[in-house]
């Protein structure tokens, strides 16, 4: 089994909190980008429950990074979509905002939970269109691949924007992939 070396870059937050709980809200209500602009808050959602508030216990010990989208034990130890792309597509278009690329993942790419899928996919997206190789860009595609799956799995394609501002990973989550504004 492939094993792949994470660099700060690709380090994501792993702790479901109050913040998170509120995307998955706004994000099934707003549909992740879609044009309903009404979200849900973290003060919509009053406190969080002690079922809400889960978190991990310190440890010094060197501990694996999964998907927030799976738990552990339903990991596939073996790639089952080796080999297959991810992404079946991806097209440029333009918006009264500016560029804006359309990823349409296929139906691997909307099945695996294997670790690691994320950047290959992201390296697919790249290898289709390079200049989408921008500040913020990664974030907005891995945001999707985390949480629009999730909320819409038959959505037909993902949106990502080159004008979108680069605010890091946790930030984009919160703008419900969309930081800088919803999508128009």
Request: hydrophobic share 35%.
């Given at each position: ?6 660099t ?50 310190p ?35 333009e ?23 994320d ?63 919803p999508?128009?």
């Open positions: 089994m492939r094993q792949r070396t994470r700060a870059h690709d380090r994501r937050p792993r702790v479901v909190h109050g913040a998170t709980v509120a995307l998955l809200l706004s994000l099934a209500v707003a549909g992740c980008g879609g044009d309903n602009t009404s979200t849900a808050t973290t003060s919509d959602l009053g406190s969080p429950t002690p079922s809400a508030r889960l978190t991990a216990p440890t010094t010990a060197s501990i694996a990074i999964t998907s927030p989208a799976t738990p552990l034990a339903a990991q596939p130890t073996v790639d089952p979509y080796e080999g297959i792309p991810l992404v079946d597509h991806v097209a440029w278009t918006n009264v905002d500016g560029a804006r690329l359309l990823v349409f993942p296929s139906e691997a790419g909307r099945r695996t939970t294997y670790p690691g899928s950047e290959r996919a992201w390296q697919e997206v790249l290898a289709q269109s390079p200049d989408a190789d921008t500040p913020g860009m990664r974030d907005q595609f891995i945001c999707h691949w985390d949480w629009a799956r999730l909320v819409q799995p038959n959505k037909p394609s993902w949106n990502i924007e080159p004008w979108r501002p680069a605010v890091g990973y946790p930030a984009t989550v919160q703008a419900s992939c969309n930081p800088g504004g999508e128009r």
